[in-house]
Protein backbone atom coordinates (compact mmCIF):
# COMPACT_ATOMS: atom_id res chain seq x y z
CA UNK A 1 0.00 0.00 0.00
CA UNK A 2 0.78 3.91 -0.25
CA UNK A 3 0.40 6.30 2.14
CA UNK A 4 1.00 9.76 1.75
CA UNK A 5 1.46 12.47 4.27
CA UNK A 6 0.74 15.89 3.83
CA UNK A 7 2.18 18.84 6.27
CA UNK A 8 2.06 22.44 6.41
CA UNK A 9 -1.14 23.86 6.29
CA UNK A 10 -2.24 26.09 9.19
CA UNK A 11 -4.20 29.90 10.02
CA UNK A 12 -2.55 32.92 7.61
CA UNK A 13 -3.81 36.43 6.83
CA UNK A 14 -5.19 37.88 3.72
CA UNK A 15 -1.86 37.91 1.79
CA UNK A 16 0.58 35.68 3.20
CA UNK A 17 1.75 32.72 2.21
CA UNK A 18 2.03 28.84 3.37
CA UNK A 19 4.17 26.27 1.81
CA UNK A 20 2.24 22.72 2.01
CA UNK A 21 4.03 19.34 1.69
CA UNK A 22 3.42 15.81 0.85
CA UNK A 23 5.43 12.94 1.26
CA UNK A 24 4.37 9.24 -0.47
CA UNK A 25 5.73 6.28 1.69
CA UNK A 26 4.81 2.48 1.32
CA UNK A 27 5.51 -0.06 -1.54
CA UNK A 28 5.95 2.24 -4.47
CA UNK A 29 7.49 0.93 -7.32
CA UNK A 30 6.15 4.55 -9.21
CA UNK A 31 5.05 7.38 -9.43
CA UNK A 32 3.61 8.87 -12.26
CA UNK A 33 1.37 12.28 -11.19
CA UNK A 34 1.21 13.93 -8.16
CA UNK A 35 -0.92 16.75 -7.11
CA UNK A 36 -3.40 18.72 -4.82
CA UNK A 37 -6.81 18.89 -4.65
CA UNK A 38 -8.97 21.15 -1.90
CA UNK A 39 -12.42 20.62 -0.63
CA UNK A 40 -14.43 23.80 0.69
CA UNK A 41 -17.33 23.47 3.37
CA UNK A 42 -20.18 22.76 1.20
CA UNK A 43 -18.47 22.19 -1.87
CA UNK A 44 -16.94 19.21 -3.91
CA UNK A 45 -13.34 18.73 -4.09
CA UNK A 46 -11.77 20.72 -6.83
CA UNK A 47 -8.07 20.35 -8.57
CA UNK A 48 -5.53 22.89 -7.82
CA UNK A 49 -2.60 21.95 -9.22
CA UNK A 50 -0.97 18.40 -10.44
CA UNK A 51 2.46 17.87 -11.56
CA UNK A 52 4.06 14.98 -13.87
CA UNK A 53 7.06 13.15 -13.23
CA UNK A 54 8.54 14.60 -16.18
CA UNK A 55 7.67 18.14 -14.49
CA UNK A 56 4.40 19.06 -17.12
CA UNK A 57 2.26 21.31 -14.69
CA UNK A 58 -1.46 22.01 -14.80
CA UNK A 59 -3.16 24.77 -12.44
CA UNK A 60 -6.37 25.53 -11.64
CA UNK A 61 -7.48 29.09 -13.33
CA UNK A 62 -7.98 30.23 -9.40
CA UNK A 63 -4.89 29.81 -8.36
CA UNK A 64 -2.41 30.58 -11.13
CA UNK A 65 -0.03 32.86 -11.01
CA UNK A 66 -0.32 32.97 -6.90
CA UNK A 67 0.56 29.03 -6.61
CA UNK A 68 3.51 26.96 -7.28
CA UNK A 69 3.58 23.06 -7.47
CA UNK A 70 7.09 21.19 -7.58
CA UNK A 71 8.02 17.31 -6.62
CA UNK A 72 11.05 16.04 -5.05
CA UNK A 73 10.72 12.65 -7.15
CA UNK A 74 13.71 11.00 -5.19
CA UNK A 75 11.82 11.71 -2.17
CA UNK A 76 8.35 10.91 -3.82
CA UNK A 77 7.56 14.29 -2.63
CA UNK A 78 5.41 17.16 -3.74
CA UNK A 79 5.36 20.69 -2.85
CA UNK A 80 2.70 23.44 -3.07
CA UNK A 81 3.26 27.05 -2.59
CA UNK A 82 0.50 29.49 -1.79
CA UNK A 83 1.43 32.73 -1.75
CA UNK A 84 -1.23 35.98 -2.10
CA UNK A 85 -3.63 33.89 0.03
CA UNK A 86 -7.21 34.77 -0.18
CA UNK A 87 -10.10 34.05 2.42
CA UNK A 88 -11.56 32.17 -0.69
CA UNK A 89 -8.41 29.62 -0.69
CA UNK A 90 -9.85 28.12 2.83
CA UNK A 91 -10.12 24.89 2.55
CA UNK A 92 -8.66 21.16 3.51
CA UNK A 93 -6.35 20.62 0.91
CA UNK A 94 -5.70 16.84 0.04
CA UNK A 95 -2.15 15.41 -1.90
CA UNK A 96 -3.24 12.83 -4.44
CA UNK A 97 -0.93 10.54 -6.25
CA UNK A 98 -0.73 8.04 -8.93
CA UNK A 99 1.24 4.78 -8.24
CA UNK A 100 2.30 1.33 -8.77
CA UNK A 101 3.17 -0.98 -5.81
CA UNK A 102 4.22 -3.81 -8.67
CA UNK A 103 5.23 -4.09 -12.13
CA UNK A 104 2.40 -6.12 -12.85
CA UNK A 105 -0.36 -3.69 -11.14
CA UNK A 106 -2.16 -1.26 -12.38
CA UNK A 107 -2.01 2.27 -11.35
CA UNK A 108 -3.83 3.41 -8.49
CA UNK A 109 -4.70 6.52 -6.95
CA UNK A 110 -4.21 7.32 -3.50
CA UNK A 111 -5.32 10.16 -0.97
CA UNK A 112 -3.78 11.97 2.12
CA UNK A 113 -5.66 12.66 4.87
CA UNK A 114 -5.84 16.22 4.35
CA UNK A 115 -4.65 19.25 5.81
CA UNK A 116 -6.47 22.54 6.59
CA UNK A 117 -5.84 26.01 5.41
CA UNK A 118 -7.39 28.55 6.30
CA UNK A 119 -6.90 32.48 4.99
CA UNK A 120 -8.17 35.24 7.56
CA UNK A 121 -9.82 38.55 5.68
Known amino acids: QVQLVESGGGLVQAGGSLRLSCAAS????????MGWYRQAPGKQRELVAV???????NYSDSVKGRFTISRDNAKNTVYLQMDSLKPEDTAVYFC???????????????WGQGTQVTVSS
Open 96 to 110: NAGAKTTILSAWSYY
Open 26 to 33: GSILSINV
Open 51 to 57: ITTSGSI
